[in-house]
């Protein structure tokens, strides 16, 4: 136990050293940055409300940069996700609703590794936090179920570049997979009222990994620049399952995305007033 | 190497294979689904089996050979019921909205009512303030006693108005606080009435849980303590005066009453009614209500059969020709004693 809290420890330490060595670089460099607005289906179960899966629609809202960063002579990039997903399901009979609500950010840093002129492979470690609840309309004493879980995991991305005519288009394909952490676990038949109304919280956090939990993304994207900006299609499938204390949980959702991407420079003080590099409107 | 591989293939494999399952979970009429489900339901999370003595899988017997696939909803959803009523428990409850909701109300049998609305609406609750239809508070006996009717605790009550009913009681020599008939509601209501007659955070009970499906799966007890609240408070003589629909949170707000130093219980043996109870549901969109978290007394006990009074009296014919209620008269003569 105490190795794992100090490899995810050490871990973090290391997200936090990379993300501080990214603001010593002097040249500018794009920050990538797309906000992508998302609808689908989403497949929720959850036993400590219902033995049955729920089906319906979920919307999301995601925002994601992207940049390079100084460490390794920018072999590296840091990306951050920031994701809010809202779904609205019901049971088999249909006489019943559980709403969901998840916010999660990722995280990642990534090595980048081109492989010939429009091919480009992307590993690295990602840091995950996710909150959420389910809430089940009918049930009485039982109606909700958090969620929070802090992971590390693999981040995989592949970009690929291509013409075709001439519109250029950028193509992506992203897996996430937490390895390991902890989140809210409580016991098999512990009712939200003992736990916060009376305190007995002793045993609701839990490691995970993958014996008792199993969460990826797929993500999928298409860039087609259009005038400054860029529109991005896409679709993503997220995925979570878990299996603890006798409880399942999962959430399945497959979103069709579609949003902007635009390409900018951030400056700090002491860069923006480098006007030699830089021609500001307003230094 | 190998190993590690595997360890996350596996899980892997396992969830992609779940998640092929998941889909099976479908809408589904069948009477023997259906009954299998509810079943299953009540034996993994049922938490009276063992102080009750229940034989579950006897039960499945019994009643699995009369669940036909023909049966209609209104047999399937009786011979339900009647299985569930081998629970002896009012906290399990089968719902459907065509058929109603199934209620175990053998608790109530053999046990007297005390209670007669026409003498409290013409003698006690005749110049009452009504906080709203279900609490009723009032000055009885020269002034000389506060009364509250508190009928059901899914009514909450503010604090600000606790003192302001509070105030007007503040020359009173003692306060009869009335839950008869009360069949429960939130705790969180009952404990803030409750927690006006206590000076110190004080233990009341305990609370254990459901561990895994197995019947003898249960946590440790978890003990329960009722603080003070931080307004008015009255340490005076208090008497609580029960009857037998006194049920759930109402059981719960009675037995940690009976803790308390300056409270005394009087009247009949409460319902019980202590399990906390959660929902889930069947195939065919049904909704099952059942007992899953046991609630002890300060000694460990269970009052799931009810708790019995520091006094019993029983309302009396003579006193209802009388416009009297023999509890409140009995309870006033106490505390002006």
Same mark, same amino acid.
């Not at chain 1, 920031?82 to 990534?110: Q, R």
């Not at chain 1, 980048?112 to 909150?131: D, V, W």
């Not at chain 2, 259906?34 to 009276?48: A, T």
């Given at each position: ?105 990722? @995280? %990642?840093?990534?090595?980048? /590794?081109?492989? =010939?002129? !429009?091919?480009?492979? *992307?590993? #690295? +470690? ?17 109606? @909700? %179920?958090?969620?929070?879980? /802090?992971?590390? =995991?693999? !981040?995989?991305?592949? *970009?690929? #570049? +291509? ?121 | ?337």
């Amino acid at each position: 136990m105490k190795r794992i809290i100090t490899f995810i420890l050490l871990s973090l330490c290391m997200v936090c050293r990379l993300a501080g060595q990214g603001d010593e670089e002097e040249i500018p460099r794009s920050m990538n940055e797309g906000t992508l607005l998302g609808f689908g289906t989403s497949n929720i179960k959850d036993t400590y409300l219902s033995p049955f899966n729920y089906n319906g629609w979920g919307a999301r809202i995601l925002n994601e940069r992207m940049k390079t960063i100084s460490a390794g002579k920018g072999r590296f990039s840091r990306q951050q996700i920031i994701n809010v997903d809202i779904t609205s399901t019901k049971n088999p009979a249909e006489n019943v609703n559980d709403f969901g609500a998840f916010v999660d950010y990722s @995280l %990642s840093y990534h090595y980048r /590794i081109p492989i =010939g002129s !429009s091919f480009k492979l *992307l590993t #690295g +470690l990602s840091a995950h936090l996710m909150g959420g609840f389910i809430y089940n309309t009918r049930n009485g004493n039982n109606p @909700l %179920s958090a969620k929070v879980d /802090i992971d590390l =995991g693999l !981040s995989v991305m592949m *970009l690929y #570049g +291509l013409r075709i005519k001439n519109l250029p288009l950028t193509l992506r394909y992203q897996a996430e997979l937490p390895f390991g952490g902890i989140f809210f676990s409580p016991p098999y038949g512990i009712s939200y009222y003992e736990m916060f109304n009376e305190g007995n919280t002793s045993d609701v956090i839990a490691f995970n990994s993958f014996r008792n939990k199993f969460a990826m993304k797929n993500y999928f994207t298409v860039d087609i620049p259009i005038r400054r900006f860029a529109l991005r299609l896409g679709y993503l499938n997220s995925l979570y399952y878990s299996d603890t204390n006798e409880i399942n949980t999962h959430i399945i959702s497959h979103s069709f995305m579609i949003g902007w991407v635009k390409e900018f420079i951030v400056l700090g003080g002491k860069r923006s007033n480098n006007k030699s590099r830089v021609n500001s409107s307003y230094y | 190497m190998i190993r590690y591989i595997t360890h996350i293939l596996c899980p892997a494999m396992l969830c992609i294979s779940l998640s092929g399952c998941e889909f099976e979970d479908e809408y589904n009429v069948s009477p023997r689904r259906n009954f299998e489900s509810l079943w299953k339901i009540i034996d993994e999370n049922y938490c009276f089996f063992e102080y009750k003595s229940v034989d579950w899988d006897s039960i499945h017997a019994q009643y699995s050979q009369e669940i036909e696939e023909q049966m209609s909803d209104y047999d399937l959803f009786r011979r339900m019921s009647e299985m569930l009523d081998e629970l002896q428990d009012g906290h399990v409850n089968l719902q459907s909205s065509n058929m109603g909701v199934s209620s175990y109300d053998g608790w109530l049998r053999g046990y007297p009512s005390n209670f007669n609305t026409d003498v409290l609406r013409n003698t006690y609750w005749s110049r009452s303030q009504n906080y709203n239809d279900i609490i009723k508070h009032n000055r009885i006996v020269d002034n000389q006693i506060g009364y509250i009717y508190y009928g059901s605790f899914k009514e909450s009550i503010l604090e600000k108005d606790l003192d302001n009913i509070f105030s007007t009681f503040s020359y009173c020599r003692g306060i009869i606080i009335d839950v008869r008939d009360n069949g429960g509601g939130s705790i969180t209501n009952s404990d803030r009435l409750a927690s006006r007659f206590l000076s110190e955070k004080t233990l009341c009970g305990y609370i254990r849980h459901k561990t895994g499906k197995g019947h003898d799966d249960f946590s440790d007890p978890y003990p329960i303590y009722l603080s003070p609240s931080h307004a008015n408070l009255w340490l005076r003589p208090v008497i609580v005066i029960t009857n037998r629909r006194c049920y759930s949170a109402t059981n719960n707000f009675v037995s940690k009453m009976k803790v308390l130093p300056n409270v005394t219980i009087l009247g009949g043996r409460t319902g019980g009614g202590s399990g906390f109870p959660f929902t889930s549901e069947l195939p065919n969109g049904w909704s099952i209500r059942f007992s899953t978290s046991p609630i002890l007394d300060v000694d460990k006990q269970h009052t799931e059969f009810g708790i019995d009074p520091d006094i019993e009296v029983e309302l009396t014919d003579e006193d209802i020709k009388e416009n009297k209620d023999t509890l409140i008269e009995e309870a006033i003569r106490i505390l002006l004693n």
